[in-house]
C-alpha cells in the first residue's frame, strides 16, 4: 500500500493540491460520487487534465478510514519533465541522446528494474504515456532503488506525439519485437536513439511500431515464449553502452 504521506483526501485538500502544482499520480473518487464541491473538483481536475478513476466506496474504505468525502489523490514522489527540455540540455551539453520509452507497462517491477539498468547504463531519460502505464509510485522508487529519483521521467499527453517529437529532433527510434529480422547487435545505437519497449502481452503498439526507423530482436534458443520486458531492456541499453564506447 502507498504510504499515507504520499496521498491526499477530502474534497476540498484534493482541490488545493492540485492547484498548488502537485504532481497527481491518480485520483481515485467513489462512483456516486457528488455533492457541494463536486462541481469545483470535476473543474480543477478537468483544467489540469486529470482523469479520475471511480472506484467503490469499500476500495475508498481500505485505504483510509478517515473522512475521504470519496476522493482519494496519489500524489507522485517526482516531478516529471518535458521531453523538450531533455532533448534540449542534452543536446546542449554536447551528448548524444539515449531515451527509453515504455509502451504501457504496467508492472511496477518492471518498471523500477527497468528504471535502476537505465539509470546505471547513462540514459538520458524514461517515457511513459499519461494513462494505461505504470507511474512513478512509493513502491517503484523502492524496486529501482532510489533510481527514479535521479533519473528523469517524462509523462507526455500523447506518447505518440512525443515520438514523433523525438524523431524530428534526430532520434533514430528502435523498437523492440520477437518478429523482427534484424539481430539488435546490428542496428547503429552510437546514433542519437529512443528505444522503445512494448507490454509483454501486446508487445509495441501498431502506431509507434510505424514511427519508428528499425526493429529488433533478440536471438531466443530456449522454449518460452519471450524474454522478461526488464531483462530484453537491459540486454538493448548496454547494447548501446557497447557500442558507444567500443574502441
Known amino acids: 500500500m502507498t504510504k499515507r ?16 502544482g502537485k504532481e497527481i499520480d491518480r485520483v481515485l473518487l467513489k462512483r456516486d460520487f457528488s455533492g457541494e464541491l463536486a462541481g469545483e473538483l470535476f473543474a480543477v481536475l ?10 467503490p466506496v469499500e476500495k475508498l474504505n481500505a485505504i483510509t478510514r478517515k ?21 534540449a540540455s542534452v543536446y546542449d551539453r554536447g551528448e548524444t541522446p539515449f531515451i527509453v520509452v515504455l509502451d504501457h507497462i504496467t508492472d511496477v517491477r518492471n518498471f523500477g528494474a527497468i528504471a535502476r539498468t537505465a539509470e546505471c547504463a547513462g540514459v538520458h531519460a524514461v517515457v511513459i504515456p499519461s494513462r494505461g502505464s505504470v507511474t512513478v509510485t512509493a513502491d517503484a522508487v523502492k524496486t529501482s532503488a532510489g533510481a527514479l529519483l535521479t533519473l528523469p521521467v517524462c509523462r507526455p499527453k500523447s506518447l505518440e506525439d512525443a515520438v514523433k517529437y523525438m524523431k524530428s529532433c534526430g532520434l533514430q527510434i528502435v523498437t523492440a519485437s520477437e518478429k523482427a529480422s534484424t539481430n539488435y547487435t546490428k542496428a547503429d545505437m552510437t546514433l542519437p536513439t529512443a528505444i522503445i519497449m512494448g507490454a509483454e502481452d501486446k508487445g509495441v503498439s501498431a502506431t509507434l511500431s510505424a514511427i519508428s526507423d528499425v526493429a529488433v530482436s533478440m536471438p531466443q534458443f530456449g ?10 531492456t537491459g540486454i538493448l541499453l548496454y547494447e548501446v553502452v557497447r557500442q558507444r564506447n567500443a574502441g
Open 46 to 55: 478537468k483544467d489540469n487534465g486529470i482523469r479520475p478513476q471511480r472506484v
Open 67 to 87: 473522512n475521504h468525502q470519496g476522493v482519494i489523490a496519489y500524489i507522485s514522489p517526482v516531478n516529471y519533465q518535458p521531453i523538450e527540455e531533455i532533448i
Open 223 to 232: 522454449k518460452i515464449a519471450s524474454l522478461n520486458v526488464s531483462v530484453a
Open 5 to 20: 504521506e504520499d496521498m491526499v483526501f477530502g474534497i476540498r485538500a484534493v482541490i488545493e493540491a492540485v492547484e498548488a
